[in-house]
C-alpha cells in the first residue's frame, strides 16, 4: 500500500509507568494544551527552513524527526492536529503538484516526491475547484432567484398570502429574502461603470459639407 500524502507517526515507546503519587509536570501540562496555531508558531520558530514562508512538500515521518529535535514540547495530538490542517490546505496540495522532492526540518531535499503523490494532490485541487464552481453557480442561482422575487414582489397585485403561495415561500421568509435582494440590487449598482455619456458632435463645415476656400497668406 503506499504511503499517504500526510506524514505518519510510528507508534510511541510504552514509557515506564509513573508511581501512582506523582504529578504530571508543568511542561507537560503545557504540551497537552497546545493549539493548532500555537503549534504552527512554535514550528515556524524552531524550524523556519521549512515551516517559514510558502507551504512545502513535508519528509515522510516529519513527526518524529521534530520530536527528536525538539523533546518534550509538542504532543502527538497537538502535532497531529496542526498536520492535518497543513497537509489539508490548498497551498499544500500546491506545493505537492509541482514539487520532485521532499523537505526536511532544515529546509533540505528528504526523497522524491512520487507521481502517485503528486497526482492524488492534483485529484484533490480538481475536486476543489469543481466544488467550488459548483457553489459559484448555486449562489448565483439563487440571487438570480432572489432578484426575480423582488422585481415580482414589487409589481405583484396578489395578496402577501397568495404571492408566498405562488412563489414556493414561507411568509415568514419572505421579508428576509427581500431584504437580502434589496442588498444585493444595491451593491450590483455600486459596482456598475456609469452611463457612456455621449460627447456634443462638433457642428460640420458650412456649404453643403465643403470647407470654404482659405484666404490667401
Same mark, same amino acid.
Given at each position: ?85 497543513? +497537509?489539508?490546505? /490548498?497551498?499544500?496540495?500546491?506545493? @505537492?503538484? %509541482? ?5 526536511? =526540518? $532544515? &529546509? ?47 409589481? +405583484?397585485?396578489? /395578496?402577501?398570502?397568495?404571492?408566498? @403561495?405562488? %412563489? ?5 421568509? =419572505? $421579508? &428576509? ?41
Amino acid at each position: 500500500m503506499s504511503e499517504p500524502l500526510a506524514p505518519t507517526v510510528a507508534p510511541d515507546t510504552p514509557a515506564p509507568a509513573a508511581p501512582a503519587s506523582s504529578t504530571p509536570a508543568p511542561a507537560a501540562a503545557g504540551v497537552a494544551t497546545l493549539s493548532p496555531a500555537d503549534c504552527a508558531l512554535q514550528l515556524k520558530q524552531r524550524f523556519p527552513a521549512l515551516f517559514a514562508g510558502a507551504p512545502k512538500p513535508l519528509k515522510l515521518r516529519i513527526q518524529v524527526d521534530i520530536q527528536e529535535r525538539a523533546p518534550g514540547v509538542f504532543s502527538k495530538q497537538a502535532l497531529s492536529g496542526f498536520f492535518r490542517r497543513y +497537509t489539508g490546505s /490548498t497551498s499544500y496540495l500546491i506545493a @505537492v503538484s %509541482k514539487a520532485t522532492h521532499r523537505v526536511d =526540518l $532544515d &529546509g533540505q531535499p528528504a526523497g522524491e516526491l512520487s507521481a502517485e503523490h503528486r497526482q492524488i494532490a492534483l485529484d484533490e485541487l480538481a475536486r476543489r475547484r469543481a466544488n467550488n464552481e459548483s457553489r459559484r453557480e448555486l449562489e448565483e442561482q439563487q440571487r438570480r432567484n432572489r432578484a426575480g422575487l423582488l422585481r415580482d414582489f414589487e409589481t +405583484t397585485t396578489l /395578496t402577501r398570502a397568495n404571492f408566498c @403561495v405562488l %412563489k414556493g415561500v414561507a411568509d415568514e421568509e =419572505l $421579508d &428576509g429574502l427581500l431584504e437580502i435582494a434589496r442588498g444585493e440590487a444595491e451593491e450590483r449598482a455600486r459596482h456598475q461603470p456609469p452611463p457612456f455619456e455621449q460627447r456634443p458632435r462638433r457642428p460640420g463645415p458650412p456649404h453643403g459639407g465643403q470647407r470654404p476656400p482659405r484666404p490667401p497668406r
